[in-house]
């Protein structure tokens, strides 16, 4: 390592970039890591859930390093004259708590802070304030940037943690509860119980532009506890925006962000699921690969992780089609119809269709017997593009 700083430079200390350190920390601890992160701790402000049925055993392994909330007894959704229990396990992890267990495990020195990348390059990353960091492989795993490449919409929400005055009686996870409001679009609330007397509410609805309405979701979380009859103090709140891929130039996309030499991984390197925006389970196997192959140089590193990237936009391109249905065949205020119909299924297929590895049969499966929406409105909107997912 004569010359280097480390032999793998980490640049984005969110859920991508983390469990690549931790991965090739655990897998190979010869390698050393340097975890470069522009905020003042890893993580940002978040929360990431997934089902169990979303990881290898492999990834199971490494989640199992962090500490996490767990619903063994699956969850909950609701929809007007429909409800159901889908007995599928849970798992939710806090950003504080992933930074914590990070430090924890990374060795000494791992973890940089509060150190923006001002440029990349295969040979290292230069931080804004003059520093240098030379690394034998650099990976690029910054967040997600509005694109004009890509096209869609946005999974907008607003999350508040109460804490309750008493307790508050929920046992396991609501994931959708679309008997709200839909206010001409498709609305649920999310409602995570963390233990007996703390709640994670969230207001979430799909819509053409990443435009958060922060009073209006506020008032709206505020009748919800109120309905339930849940009243104490907010701890704190967390709010975002996941981009919904209904299509787009795929190279082109790719072109825009490459940078020769440097790896990209993350959501901004296309690991996520298009329709839902969950991307835990694509950046567990994503970390588990470039562990299996830290040895690699960067430019190696490189074209391996565009490789796995273009094949999985090649196998998600259902899940584009299915949301191109949802935000343009389906009328707005009509649109938790097509997940209420998709509630009915089998729970292997709902737990393959969140992991994005429906088989074939799943997918006739979803598109066979009356469609939740027109057919003819359904092939109108495939053949009409989306807006570009951009800035509004």
Known sequence: MSGRDCDLAIVGGGLAGGLIALAVTQMRPETTVRLIEAGPALGGHHRWSWFASDLSSDGEALMARL???RWDDGYDVRFPGFKRHVETPYRSLASQDFASALASLLPEGSIVVNSRAAALDAAGVSLADGRRIEAGAVVDCRGFE?????AGGWQVFLGRYLRTERPH???????????????????????????????????????????????????????????????GSIVATESGELPVITGGDFEAWQQSRRIDGVARAGTDAGFLHPLTG???????????????????????LAAMLEQRARAHWDATRYYRRLGSMLLGAAKPRRRW??????????????????AAQSTRADRLRILCGKPPVSPVRAIRALATARPALVEA
Not at 278 to 300: D, W
Not at 337 to 346: D, G, I, Q, S, V
């Open 67 to 69: 500490p996490g909330a």
């Open 278 to 300: 969950y991307s835990v389970p694509f950046a567990v196997e994503t970390a588990l690969a470039i562990a299996r192959q830290a040895n690699l140089p960067g430019p190696q």
């Open 169 to 231: 009686g929920v046992t396991r996870p609501l994931i959708m509860d679309a008997t709200v409001g839909q206010n001409d679009r498709f609305r649920f609330a999310y409602v995570l119980p963390l233990d007996d007397r703390e709640l994670l509410l969230e207001d979430t609805y799909y819509q053409s532009e990443p435009l958060l309405d922060r009073d209006a979701l506020e008032r709206r979380l505020d009748r919800y506890a109120g309905r339930k009859r849940w009243s």
């Open 146 to 150: 509005p694109t004009r490449h890509l």
């Open 337 to 354: 119809k097509m997940f209420a119909r998709f509630y009915r299924l089998p729970t292997p297929l709902i737990e393959r269709f969140y």
